[in-house]
C-alpha cells in the first residue's frame, strides 16, 4: 500500500515528506523521519553553508535512509548553500518562496531529485518546463510563507496543469488528510506542523507546546503588504504587526518588526514575541508524540479511511 511513483522516485517506503521548516527541521527532524519511511528534510532556512554543510554531516551520521535539504530561496547565502547540496551529493532538493529555475540544471546533472514547492498554478507550469522531478502544490493552510489559494483548490489545478507528480501541502494533518490528498490527484503528501510537534523535533519546548494549545483559528496570516504574507500563532508580535500596519508602516518598518523572530520563538521558546509559524491542522495536535508514532498512525489509519468513504459513496 502506497508504494507509488514518488517512492519509487525517491527510494522510499511512504509517500510523505516532511516540510523544510527553517529552524524546525534539523538533522535529527529528518533523519527521524527518513527512518520512519518518509523523506525527512533539513530546512536551510538562512543558513551560512558551513552551517548547512554540518547539518548534512549530521544527518548522514543518523540514518542511511534518503533526506532531503529545503533551500529557502530568499536566503541571502541561496548560492552557497546550493553549491554544499551540490558537493555533498544531497538526494533531493525543494525549494520555498521563490522560483528555482536557474538552479536546476546543476542539480539535475548530478542527479539530485528537485521538487519545488509552488503556491501557483502559473510557476508549476513554467517550472515543469525546466525538467522538475515533482512538484509540491502549497495551499494557504499551511504555516509561514503562504500563497493564496486553499489547498483544495490548488492540488487538483496543479494536478490538472503539469504531468510530473503532485504532492499536496498545507491543511494536512492526519490519515483522512492524506486520502483527501490523493483524492484530489496528488501521489503524495508534504506535512510539516505535525513533524514539528514530535519528540525528535529539537525546536524548544514552549513552540512545541504552544502547537498543541492551538485551535482552529489560532493561526493568522500577517504581512500580506509586504508581499511575505506568513502564517503564525496569533500573538503579542502579530497584535503589534497588524497595528503599524493599520497606522501604514513601510514595508521596511515592517520587516524590522520580523527579524529574527522566527529564531525568538524556536531556537529560545519566545512564544509571545516571537513569529511561531506553524499551519492551521496544529489545531488537530493534541500532544507530542515521536515521529515513528505519528507516521504510523497515520498509514494504519488510511485503510480505515478508505473503508468508511466506500461506505459513502
Ligand atoms: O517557503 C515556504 N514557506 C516558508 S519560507 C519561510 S522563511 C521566509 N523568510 C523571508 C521571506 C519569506 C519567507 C517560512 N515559510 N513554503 C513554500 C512556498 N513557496 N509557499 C509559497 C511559495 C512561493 C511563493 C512565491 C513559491 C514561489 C513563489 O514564486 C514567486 C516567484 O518568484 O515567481
Known amino acids: 500500500m502506497l508504494n507509488n511513483k514518488i517512492c519509487q522516485l525517491l527510494n522510499i517506503k511512504y509517500p510523505i515528506l516532511q516540510g523544510g521548516m527553517a529552524w524546525v527541521a534539523t538533522a535529527e527532524l529528518a533523519a527521524a523521519v527518513s527512518n520512519a519511511g518518509g523523506l525527512g528534510l533539513i530546512g536551510a532556512g538562512h543558513m551560512p553553508p558551513d552551517a548547512l554543510k554540518a547539518e548534512i554531516t549530521k544527518a548522514k551520521s543518523m540514518t542511511n535512509k534518503p533526506f532531503g535539504v529545503n533551500i529557502m530561496l530568499k536566503s541571502p547565502f541561496v548560492k552557497e548553500v546550493m553549491q554544499v547540496v551540490i558537493d555533498e551529493r544531497v538526494a533531493v532538493v525543494t525549494t520555498g518562496a521563490g522560483n528555482p529555475g536557474e538552479y536546476i540544471p546543476a542539480l539535475k546533472e548530478i542527479g539530485t531529485k528537485v521538487i519545488p514547492v509552488v503556491a501557483s498554478v502559473a510557476l508549476a507550469k513554467r517550472l515543469e518546463r525546466v525538467g522538475i522531478d515533482a512538484i509540491i502544490a502549497e495551499g494557504m493552510e499551511s504555516g509561514g510563507h503562504v500563497g493564496e489559494v486553499t489547498t483544495m483548490a490548488l492540488v487538483p489545478l496543479v494536478v490538472d496543469a503539469v504531468s510530473v507528480p503532485v504532492i499536496a501541502a498545507g491543511g494536512i494533518g492526519d490519515a ?138
Open 176 to 313: 483522512r488528510g492524506v486520502v483527501a490528498a490523493l483524492a484530489l490527484g496528488a501521489q503524495g503528501v508534504q506535512m510539516g506542523t505535525v513533524f514539528a510537534a514530535t519528540t525528535e523535533c529539537t525546536a524548544h519546548p514552549n513552540y512545541k507546546a504552544a502547537i498543541v494549545k492551538c485551535k482552529e483559528r489560532s493561526t493568522v496570516v500577517t504581512g500580506a503588504i509586504t508581499g511575505h504574507p506568513v502564517r503564525v500563532i496569533a500573538n503579542k508580535l502579530t497584535r503589534d504587526f497588524t497595528e503599524l500596519e493599520k497606522i501604514g508602516a513601510s514595508t521596511d518598518e515592517l520587516e524590522r518588526l520580523g527579524a529574527g523572530k522566527l529564531k525568538a520563538a524556536v531556537r529560545d521558546g519566545d512564544v509571545e514575541y516571537g513569529s511561531v509559524m506553524i499551519g492551521q491542522v496544529a489545531g488537530m495536535v493534541t500532544a507530542i508524540r515521536s515521529v515513528p508514532e505519528v507516521m504510523q498512525d497515520i498509514v494504519q489509519q488510511i485503510p480505515g479511511v478508505l473503508a468508511e468513504l466506500s461506505r459513502k459513496v
